[in-house]
């Protein structure tokens, strides 16, 4: 279980700093493609949700198109590990139930019902994307779960089943680097 001083720090991220953080991952992933992310005054969270889903599937068919996805991927990743890190700083993470607590804040703010238990087995039974990407897109986008993971969390993520790809529910694995506190 997370520490108390942590928890309560996530829980007030999430109610104050949800829209917020919503915007700031816009204007991330909008950088990393190269754009000016698009005016968001007034919108609901649920309504940036969907442009954010319309937005970065938009980006991501042109980059698979223009044959610009790998160096797009790795841009998305290095800025959601930079993003990551920022994160673990800023918090007082100091064992994986810490980091594993904040990422899945970090996935409530974006309406992904994430678990992951004591193994590093990961479990999403709920996506607020997948509605909207095909599957070349989520795997595409997954270069931000990738980073994140590595930032916040310090292991790497790799996905073996996806509800794009037709499962009940996405499963993915954080492998952590050997000698990392349990």
């Known amino acids: 279980m997370a520490n108390l001083t942590l928890r309560l720090l996530l829980a007030g991220l999430f109610v104050a700093g949800g829209k917020k953080g919503l915007k700031d991952l816009f204007r991330l992933t909008a950088e990393?493609?190269?754009?000016?992310?698009?005016?968001?005054?007034?919108?609901s969270r649920s309504e940036i949700l969907l442009?954010?889903?319309?937005?970065?599937r938009a980006g991501a068919e042109?980059?698979?198109?223009?044959g610009t996805a790998q160096a797009l991927r790795e841009n998305l990743r290095e800025r959601s590990l930079s993003l990551g890190r920022d994160l673990r700083s800023r918090l007082p993470i100091r064992s994986r139930a810490d980091a594993v607590a904040a990422l899945r804040v970090l996935y409530r703010m974006l309406a992904i019902d994430l678990a992951v238990d004591?193994?590093?087995e990961v479990t999403i039974r709920r996506c607020s994307l997948a509605a909207q990407y095909p599957p070349q897109v989520c795997r595409f986008m997954s270069a931000m779960d990738e980073g994140i993971v590595?930032?916040?969390c310090g292991g790497r993520l790799a996905f073996s089943q996806r509800l794009t790809e037709g499962g009940d529910c996405c499963r993915a694995r954080i492998d952590w680097p050997e000698g990392a506190d349990e």
Do not use: I, N, V, Y
Request: aromatic share 10%; no cysteine; hydrophobic share 35%.
């Open 150 to 152: 590595d930032g916040l």
């Open 51 to 56: 442009d954010f889903a319309r937005f970065t």
């Open 118 to 120: 004591d193994r590093g």
């Open 32 to 43: 990393a493609f190269g754009q000016e992310p698009p005016d968001l005054r007034g919108l």
């Open 62 to 66: 042109r980059s698979l198109a223009g």
